[in-house]
């Protein structure tokens, strides 16, 4: 399943939610972030109540600087639009669930 992507005028209001939202900051050109992708998107359909996007950090750089996004991939995980967790780099499938999972 594709995942939404969030642009600068659309991000606050997808992502101010009570629930647990994950934000995969990624570029095109990153090799990391090629070799993420597929995984957040697979976790995606295993997650109950935790929504997922991905942001473009070239396309939408205001987001990615007001979060200080200096290396990508990076995956954040907000509550009621509030940062509560970051992990910078690359992540296998299942760290992946743990990192969401240790923060529900």
Known sequence: MELEHLNDQNFA???NK???????FF???????????PIVENVSEELEGV????VDVDECNQTAKNFGVMSIPTL????????I???IGLLNHDDLLDFVNQHK
Do not use: S, Y
Request: hydrophobic content about 40%; aromatic content about 6%; charged content about 25%.
């Open 51 to 54: 929504d997922v996007f991905k």
């Open 76 to 83: 954040v995980l907000l509550k009621n639009g509030q940062e």
């Open 18 to 24: 009570d629930n647990l939202v994950l934000v995969d």
């Open 27 to 37: 570029a095109t050109w990153c090799g990391p972030c090629q070799i993420l992708g």
């Open 85 to 87: 967790a970051r992990h």
């Open 13 to 15: 209001e997808k992502t």
